[in-house]
Structures are given as structure tokens and as C-alpha cells.
């Protein structure tokens, strides 16, 4: 339930159903549009995988060019696959750098600030408070969703702001599928407290006994994305209230860099939601 769209040389999916909200900017960028050769072809974000610093710059130009955002309003945080959220309050004047702690979500309810995620096959979770004018980013990989961390940064908006679920509309990105991503049981027992882990773990086919029956034991097709939906749920979040993208960053590696697929030497892709700071009413 996401749509593609150009702006400036940037593809980007957006969410059809977030359209009556404009005092919203979000998008789950693809990896076109940018100056980025060879794996990091071409719209990479992340100065962390070896693709040169000035492609990395110039990439970031050409984001904040197509949206109209300052390079320093981008928020990002130094991502370590854990469960740390970073709130932002608008009352506040907090001043810090994101990248020197590791965090893996961030909220604010501060206008024109765009919460950024970087992904290659992890889930990235956005998600807005209509009522409130609050909004999430959210990296989760299997580690993430072994800790839930969809479903914390629900109770923190809760908490700290209170959110009702029934407010919240979330949007689940382009990560890599169960159709591509097989785990072992290592990342199977991660998942033991996960709501539905029958239903996101699929057993590789094929004939035997026991636990991970499949063409070798012990092995399991994981739909990462299920997982952080149903996490939401579980904490009330109407399904029609959660739109998921259903494209899978492996098997359309023309779109998405996909750190599986081309054995982790590969980009990443920026996505990122701001509450804009021009349209308040």
C-alpha cells in the first residue's frame, strides 16, 4: 500500500493513505537518483559501508535539494541493531550528537526535524500520531524485533505523550522477505516471546522430524515485517491503521540495496518522516 513517486532526480515510495495529513513529509527512498558507482550505486547514505565521502555528500545535497529540508534538520542516530530510543521534545533545547550514542528509533512531536533510518534488508517502521502531531522512525532487523522495539516505541509515545493506539498509523517499509531470508535457531529462540511466532517463522519445506523440519534442520523462513505488525497490533494499533510496502529489498535489488543478496558490500537507503514546520494548522 505504498505508491512511487519523483521528486527532483529522487524515486522514493510514499504512503497513498497519509495524504490527508500534510502537515506530514515522509519516504522510504529507493536507491536511484543518486552519484554513487559501482555497489553503492547510486543514492547511498551511509558513509560507513566504503563508498567516498564526496559521493556521500553529494547524495545528501540532492535529498535535501528534492524536499526541501536543511542537511542539518536530517536526524540520524548510530544504529546498533538494540532497542535505545532517542525522544526529542519540542520543549526542549537540548543540544547533542545523535551518532555518538547507539540508538535504533527516535521520536519528536518538534517540527522540521526529519527522523532518519538507513536500511539494506531490515525493517523500517515509521509512524505518526494523527491526533497529536507526534512521529516515530524505527530501524528493526531481527534483533530489534526480538526486543520488541516497534512495540516500545508505542509505549513511550503512550507514556511520555499519550498517544491511544487508535490514533497511531504506522507504514512498514521495504525490507528483505520471508521469500529471501532464512535464519537458524539462533534467531528462531530470539523470538521465543514474539506474539505470533508461529505465524512469522515458516519452516524451510521438505521431510524429517522435529523442530525446523526443512531441507536442513534447524532452519526457518522469517517475515520480518509480520513481525513488527503484529507487535503493533498486540499493543492495539488497528491493522487498516498499518500499511505495509510488500516489496522485498532482495528480490528487487534494482530498487533496494539488499546487504544479503550482495554479500553485505552494498549501500543504504534513507527513510525518514518530519513533522513540517510550515504547516502547523
Given at each position: 500500500m505504498i505508491e512511487l513517486v519523483k521528486q527532483g532526480s529522487i524515486e522514493y515510495f510514499a504512503v497513498p493513505p497519509w495524504r490527508p495529513y500534510p502537515f506530514l513529509t515522509h519516504a522510504f527512498c529507493t536507491r536511484r537518483g543518486g552519484v554513487s558507482e559501482g555497489a553503492f550505486a547510486s543514492l547511498n547514505t551511509s558513509l560507513k559501508e566504503g563508498d567516498t565521502d564526496e559521493n556521500i555528500s553529494k547524495n545528501w545535497d540532492m535529498v535535501a535539494a528534492a524536499f526541501g529540508v536543511s542537511r542539518r534538520n536530517f536526524i540520524q542516530v548510530?544504529?546498533?541493531?538494540?532497542?535505545?530510543?532517542?525522544?526529542?521534545?519540542?520543549?526542549?533545547?537540548?543540544?547533542?550528537?545523535?551518532?555518538?550514542?547507539?540508538?535504533?528509533?527516535?521520536?519528536?512531536?518538534?517540527?522540521?526535524?526529519?527522523?532518519?533510518?538507513?536500511?539494506?534488508?531490515?525493517?523500517?517502521v515509521l509512524m505518526v500520531d494523527t491526533e497529536k502531531r507526534i512521529v516515530a522512525a524505527v530501524h528493526a532487523g531481527w534483533r530489534g524485533s526480538s526486543l520488541?522495539?516497534?512495540?516500545?516505541?508505542?509505549?513511550?509515545?503512550?507514556?511520555?505523550?499519550?498517544?491511544?493506539?487508535?490514533?497511531?498509523?504506522?507504514?512498514?517499509?521495504p525490507a528483505i522477505g520471508a521469500c529471501c531470508y532464512e535464519v537458524d535457531a539462533k534467531v528462531y529462540e530470539?523470538?521465543?516471546?514474539?506474539?505470533?511466532?508461529?505465524?512469522?517463522?515458516?519452516?524451510?519445506?521438505?521431510?524429517?522430524?522435529?523442530?525446523?523440519?526443512?531441507?536442513?534442520?534447524?532452519?526457518w523462513k522469517l517475515n520480518l515485517a509480520l513481525a513488527n505488525r503484529c507487535q503493533l497490533q498486540e499493543l492495539e494499533v488497528p491493522g487498516e491503521n498499518i500499511h505495509d510496502a510488500n516489496l522485498c529489498t532482495s528480490c528487487a535489488s534494482e530498487w533496494f540495496y539488499s546487504h544479503r543478496k550482495e554479500g553485505g558490500i552494498t549501500g543504504r537507503m534513507l527513510n525518514f518522516i518530519m513533522i513540517n514546520d510550515k504547516i502547523l494548522s
Open positions: 548510530h544504529q546498533v541493531h538494540g532497542d535505545r530510543i532517542l525522544t526529542i521534545d519540542d520543549a526542549e533545547s537540548q543540544t547533542f550528537d545523535p551518532q555518538d550514542l547507539g540508538y535504533d528509533a527516535i521520536i519528536t512531536n518538534r517540527p522540521g526535524l526529519a527522523l532518519c533510518m538507513k536500511t539494506a534488508d531490515c525493517v523500517p520488541n522495539i516497534s512495540g516500545k516505541v508505542l509505549r513511550l509515545l503512550s507514556e511520555r505523550y499519550g498517544t491511544r493506539p487508535q490514533d497511531v498509523q504506522a507504514a512498514i517499509g530470539a523470538m521465543e516471546s514474539h506474539p505470533a511466532r508461529d505465524k512469522i517463522f515458516v519452516p524451510l519445506s521438505g521431510t524429517g522430524t522435529g523442530i525446523g523440519i526443512g531441507t536442513e534442520m534447524g532452519k
